[in-house]
């Protein structure tokens, strides 16, 4: 049975008083004026003006004096009084709770490239909101909680060099939102002995290279593996990211460059970590940066890449028969084994070092 979202609670911009009610009554009647009705109280002047200001509260005793002199029911006045207090009650409390978001906001601030989510479409213009939506994406209830998990997340993500300049707020972020997306997909059941075939299906996707991306999301899908696809933030020199997420193991792609083999590679060496560490410890996350250290995990997951993208007795063979490596001779590879050309010349490139080969094979994505 699906449940209706509770209607907002309607808080007042000002409260208003019921002596506003009274000299409106009062302006509206010819027999009585402010003097008369504090005769009639029995109060002085100055009393019922401050009553009229907002300045003194209707009690109970004044409101059956009302009732008596104005013919409306103290019930009336009392009830109006009640609205009143519980409206400057609600204000106050909505204040307090502004100037505690605002402070909440500052601080995400500083974690979040808040911008970015915003041009992304994730955020809205209202901070109340806009907090509330921070904490889902980040899986977190409070600020404590949300600056603890930036803690973690920077020491355990990756050990950087000085080659390049990572920011780690946006690269936390990524992350988060990568996970976050991953969390709202669902997949079928991960089939954990069908990795040959899997592999085929892919390499075949990346040879036709045809609508790729949409193409890999669906096979990956049917084996029970969740793609995402996420651009990547300013100063994040992210490739891929890896991790298990609920059931289902999940890649995310940054496609930081938008070229066939670049795109093959990442997204086989984040399967190398999906068959050979995360079924093995579902609690690993890997994340594929320019300027991490490559430890024991991501040399296997390189060696995984380049030995299902190109196997290795297909290697040797073009290398050992191959004297002169042109386009001619990549494509005759290609079309024998069903390889994508650029995928060939990513590894030609790789391994010679020289990554200005002058080519006429098509290397972007379809």
């Known amino acids: 049975m699906k449940t209706l979202p509770k209607e907002k609670e309607l808080i007042p911009h000002i409260a ?56 409306i029911p103290a019930e009336f006045w009392l009830k109006l009084q009640t609205q009143y207090d519980l409206d400057c009650a609600k204000i106050k409390e909505k204040n307090i709770n502004k100037v505690k978001n605002i402070e909440i906001w500052n601080i995400i601030k500083t974690y979040v490239p808040v911008n970015a989510f915003r041009k992304l479409g994730y955020l809205t213009n209202s901070i109340e909101e806009d907090i509330k939506i921070i904490y889902i994406i980040f899986n977190v209830k409070d600020i404590n909680e949300f600056i603890d998990q930036f803690a973690t997340r920077k020491f355990s993500f990756y050990r950087k060099s000085e080659k390049l300049t990572t920011n780690e707020k946006n690269l936390f972020s990524w992350s988060a939102l990568a996970e976050y997306e991953s969390s709202i997909l669902s997949v079928k059941k991960f089939k954990t002995d069908y990795q040959l075939e899997l592999i085929e299906e892919l390499n075949n996707c990346f040879y036709l290279n045809k609508d790729i991306l949409n193409s890999i999301k669906t096979i990956l899908a049917n084996y029970g593996i969740k793609l995402v696809i ?33 795109c093959a590679f990442t997204l086989f060496h984040e399967l190398g970590h999906v068959f050979l560490h995360l079924i093995n410890n579902k ?34 063979e073009f290398k050992t028969t191959t004297p002169i490596i042109n386009d001619q001779a990549i494509r005759t590879l290609a079309d024998k084994y069903h390889i994508h050309p650029a995928i060939i010349l990513g590894r030609v490139c790789y391994e010679s070092k020289n990554y200005k080969i002058k080519t006429n094979i098509l290397k972007t994505i379809e």
């Open 230 to 262: 996420l651009n990547k933030l300013e100063q994040t020199p992210v490739d891929g990211y890896s991790f298990w997420s609920k059931e289902n193991p999940t890649i995310v792609l940054s496609m930081r460059y938008n070229r066939i083999d670049h």
């Open 16 to 71: 208003t008083h019921p002596g506003v009610l009274i000299a409106d009554e009062l302006e509206i009647r010819n027999d009585m004026n402010q003097k008369d009705l504090a005769h009639l109280l029995d109060v002085k002047p100055s009393f019922l003006n401050e009553i009229i200001k907002g300045k003194r509260p209707i009690t109970a005793e004044t409101a059956i004096l009302l009732a008596k002199s104005l013919d």
């Open 283 to 316: 609690d690993y996350k890997f994340l594929d940066i320019d300027d991490k250290e490559k430890t024991i995990y991501e040399k296997e997951a390189d060696t995984f890449a380049t030995n299902h993208l190109i196997p290795v007795h297909i290697w040797k």
